[in-house]
């Protein structure tokens, strides 16, 4: 299972003045994972639900992460 979001804790000098963000993060888009769009892919129910999303294909939903959520992940 590939996940969207990578993590990783980088060096902290012991001399850095600013606050250190302990744990940062990218994301990676969810079609670096599928060549190409298989046939038969399942799709939103109705165009309200994949119009919510950005996208027909639930594969293909990125969400967009929750920045208060950002330093419980490691």
Do not use: V
Request: proline share 16%.
């Amino acid at each position: 299972m590939f996940t969207q979001y990578k993590y990783w804790k980088p060096y902290i000098s012991p001399n850095d003045p600013c606050k250190p963000i302990e744990i940062k993060s990218y994301s990676t888009p969810p079609q670096l994972y599928i060549g190409f769009q298989p046939s038969g892919l399942p799709q939103f129910q109705t165009a309200k639900e994949a119009l919510m999303h950005g996208t027909l294909w639930p594969q293909l939903f990125s969400p967009y992460p929750n920045p208060e959520k950002r330093n419980e992940s490691s």
